[in-house]
């Protein structure tokens, strides 16, 4: 009992997240990324982008999810530390954007792993994107209490 | 037709006789060569002998029904001529030209994929852009391919090449890819290594494959352009445009010179937002991440100016058939000029850094080089290009948007190393910024958008812009309809990425992300 509620006060005051690419435009991608820079500088609140799902948290998802990608992601959330919290960011990610219906695609992140917060846009403003992350750590927090 | 076109035609006429070719224009005063499939080979090879520079600059398949017709784009003398060649469908097999330009690889695996041609003599006819559980014998640009549900898959079975390893070497097989830290996107490179040098190279590609080009076959016109402008986050602008201007050349309507010049804004901005997005991540690849946060801190300008004048950060949705969908409000101008002005500075700032800084020049130098006539057989394009002495640029050769007036200048270096290919960029951001300060300081009064008619008469038109990774191609087909019947796309990376083999061979497996940024490699566009 005790161990769980300190990984929950480890997730909530510094998330590490993990950022995949399931067949997104880069659009998305690039917003993530911008996060990291000095304009929007999410290091701040203790988030970190982290390049192995050994390690992470929060799973960022952007893309359509093409066929060829969609084992991948299942894997890679299987590796994931449970409990562990998927975002599927951009249109693309929440249900197949403008890309969706197309012949290579299972359009949207949802068909094959379960998602805990989309954050819709074409692509999302980093705004957004920050505001979704700190909504999503504001539910843990909730979560916390009960 | 111009001179070059007229002495090209000749050449060939004379070379094959009346018998055996016909000649016939394509959109915009292009020519195009009608030959038998068996020709391809011998016709190719006059081009190339003709002309020092000629390279391939595409491959593309149109579904005829009962044939298929397979198209080689080539690039000469600054123009584009089109071989044309029907195979029939119940025996589609035509000769490989691999052994001619082995840049030729990836176009004539993604024909074989997308249409089921066989290219007889490719040395490595495997899957490029199908993913590995998509059924045996369903080409899904065939018109008549039914499309199975992602529910039926094909069995994948394990990778030869993944699986053995040869006895008594020291060979070790290092698998980078699909999520990697080094990768923002999902592709894999299988690196052979011996000891610390790489060996072989072999990318599989298509873990971003979204079936573009058969989508925009069910879409409108209208539709397509918001469709082909999310084939890449990063220079959107570039596809949209290249689009535009092709179904504009079906159409034979004019664009008003002041959307010329808003475009050819929005084109620049594009390439600025791009080249420090690359050198920043280099730095980033290199070990050098002061750089990376500084750059991509000064691209936020850059962004800034995207959204005064399109509204969005990033896809911009800013082009229209005929036109751009806004105008640039008169107020905005001293913003613009004084957010050009911070980044003409960090630009310049830069520049200054790429030559001169030890770190970088340590990491790049030497890395990764290509001569001018490997980067002719390889059929690079863009910066890769310029930076092995190779002198191509659409908006020289063939100026669209309003490239004929502002004051362009072509870089290029003759090292053909990774430094040389990221300082051409660095320099090219010093050229944008003068040529948006010239196209805002001149613009032209009057419309920025014509009405152009929702449905388009039967034709075919090709089209092509400078995108900040090198030359982008269209293909377009009407049919009379409102929606097209083919739309061929091939991007700038596609037939870069393909020299990363020759490019890490030999060299030290460290230096294998820096040679491989160097090339700007953009997956999303590669795979469409």
Redesign the interface.
């Known amino acids: 009992m005790c161990a769980s509620r300190l990984v929950r006060w480890a997730e909530k005051r510094s998330p590490w997240l993990l950022h995949f690419n399931s067949g997104a435009c880069n659009g998305c991608d690039i917003e993530v990324v911008a996060l990291l820079t000095p304009r929007y500088d999410v290091t701040r609140f203790g988030i970190q982008l982290e390049p192995s799902p050994r390690h992470a948290d929060v799973l960022l998802v952007t893309g359509v999810v093409t066929r060829q990608c969609a084992e991948r992601l299942k894997r890679i959330y299987e590796q994931m530390p449970k409990p562990a919290f998927v975002i599927a960011i951009g249109a693309c990610g929440c249900s197949g954007g403008v890309f969706a219906g197309n012949y290579p695609l299972l359009s949207g992140v949802d068909k094959v792993i379960p998602v805990d917060m989309y954050i819709p846009g074409c692509p999302p403003k980093p705004e957004a994107i920050i505001d979704g992350v700190v909504k999503l750590l504001k539910t843990l927090e909730a979560s916390e209490d009960e | 037709m111009n001179d070059v076109n007229k002495n090209l035609s000749s050449m060939i006429l004379e070379h094959f006789g009346k018998d055996t070719v016909q000649i016939e224009s394509l959109k915009p005063g292009l020519i195009a060569i009608h030959a038998s499939s068996e020709k391809n080979r011998d016709i190719i090879k006059t081009f190339l002998d003709a002309d020092d520079e000629a390279t391939l600059s595409a491959i593309s398949g149109v579904d005829l029904g009962d044939s298929t017709e397979v198209l080689y784009h080539i690039r000469t003398h600054g123009t584009i001529v089109t071989l044309r060649c029907i195979v029939p469908r119940n025996k589609p097999t035509i000769a490989s030209i691999t052994d001619l330009i082995p840049g030729a690889n990836f176009h004539e695996r993604e024909t074989a994929d997308f249409f089921g041609v066989t290219f007889k003599g490719h040395p490595y006819p495997k899957r490029l852009l199908?993913?590995?559980?998509?059924p045996e014998g369903v080409y899904?640009l065939r018109k008549d391919a039914e499309?199975p549900s992602?529910e039926t898959k094909a069995e994948v079975l394990p990778e030869e090449e993944m699986t053995t390893r040869a006895e008594g070497t020291r060979t070790v097989k290092i698998v980078i890819g699909?999520?990697?830290?080094a990768l923002?996107?999902?592709e894999r490179f299988l690196v052979d290594v011996d000891g610390e040098t790489v060996t072989k190279v072999t990318p599989r590609i298509?873990?971003?494959?979204?079936?573009?080009e058969?989508?925009t076959e069910s879409r409108t016109y209208m539709q397509d352009v918001?469709?082909v402008e999310?084939?890449?986050?990063?220079c959107?602008s570039c596809h949209s445009t290249t689009f535009c201007q092709a179904v504009e050349s079906i159409l034979d309507v004019e664009v008003p010179s002041r959307g010329k010049f808003l475009r050819t804004i929005v084109l620049e901005l594009n390439r600025i937002q791009s080249h420090f997005?690359v050198l920043g991540h280099a730095g980033h690849e290199i070990g050098y991440d002061a750089l990376?946060?500084y750059m991509?801190?000064d691209r936020?300008i850059a962004m800034d100016l995207t959204e005064i004048l399109t509204g969005n950060?990033?896809?911009t949705s800013f082009l229209a058939i005929g036109g751009v969908r806004r105008d640039l409000e008169e107020k905005t101008k001293p913003r613009i000029m004084e957010d050009l002005k911070k980044l003409r500075e960090r630009a310049e700032f830069y520049k200054h850094l790429f030559e001169e800084d030890r770190t970088v020049r340590m990491r790049t130098e030497g890395v990764g080089v290509m001569d001018k006539k490997e980067a002719l057989s390889l059929c690079v394009v863009g910066p890769v290009a310029r930076a092995s002495g190779l002198k191509i640029d659409v908006r020289k050769e063939a100026p669209y948007a309003a490239y004929g007036e502002v004051p362009y200048e072509l870089i290029s270096r003759t090292e053909g190393d990774s430094w040389a290919r990221l300082l051409v960029r660095a320099e090219e951001v010093l050229n944008s910024v003068d040529m948006i300060e010239y196209a805002v300081n001149n613009l032209p009064a009057g419309d920025f958008k014509i009405r152009v008619p929702r449905r388009v008469a039967e034709g075919e038109s090709i089209s092509r812009v400078e995108a900040p990774r090198g030359e982008l191609f269209y293909y377009v087909k009407s049919n009379g309809t409102q929606s097209p019947e083919r739309v061929k796309i091939r991007t700038p990376t596609v037939t870069n990425l393909y020299s990363v083999i020759k490019l890490t061979e030999g060299g030290n497996i460290a230096d294998v992300p820096a040679a491989l940024v160097s090339l700007d490699p953009?997956f999303?566009c590669t795979?469409r």
């Not at chain 2, 199908?130 to 998509?134: H, L």
């Not at chain 2, 699909?178 to 830290?181: G, V």
């Not at chain 2, 873990?207 to 573009?212: D, F, L, M, Q, T």
């Not at chain 2, 999310?230 to 990063?234: A, K, P």
């Open positions: 199908i993913s590995d559980d998509w899904p499309i992602p699909p999520q990697h830290p923002l996107e999902p298509g873990y971003c494959h979204r079936g573009v058969k989508a918001y469709l999310r084939i890449c986050g990063i959107n997005l990376f946060q991509w801190r936020e950060r990033v896809i953009c999303s795979d």
